[in-house]
């Protein structure tokens, strides 16, 4: 059992920063992908970015070029650098940790984008 903990949500201006990251418990092996996912009000949860342990990303479109997902294995956390954020980034942010048929979630860090 993996516990995930994110941190670093909070309420920012349009066109600011922040930075999400997110602990997990217990070690992180090569063929877990980690990811960071979010959901809006009234609206699926949809993947923002994810990274593989050989550093590998990818990323939803409406993020690529304003958001960067890192990860330290060896501090067993991944990362996520929101820049020029909009207002439709407003979302509750989940961490994710992928291990073959294995997922697991954080709690979730709300993202309020308002001025």
């Known amino acids: 059992q993996v516990q995930l903990v994110e941190s670093g949500g909070g309420l920012v201006q349009p066109g600011g920063s922040l930075r999400l990251s997110c602990a997990a418990s217990a070690r992180i092996f090569s063929i877990d992908v980690m990811g960071w996912y979010r959901q809006a009000p009234g609206k699926q949860r949809e993947l923002v970015a994810s990274?593989?342990?050989?550093?590998?990303?990818n990323y939803a479109d409406s993020v690529k070029g304003r958001f960067t997902i890192s990860r330290d294995n060896a501090k067993k956390t991944v990362y996520l650098q929101m820049n020029s954020l909009k207002p439709e980034d407003t979302a509750v942010y989940y961490c994710?940790?992928?291990?073959?048929?294995?997922?697991?979630w954080g709690q979730g860090t709300q993202v309020t984008v308002s001025s």
């Open positions: 990274i593989t342990s050989g550093g590998s990303t």
């Open positions: 994710n940790l992928n291990r073959g048929v294995l997922a697991y």
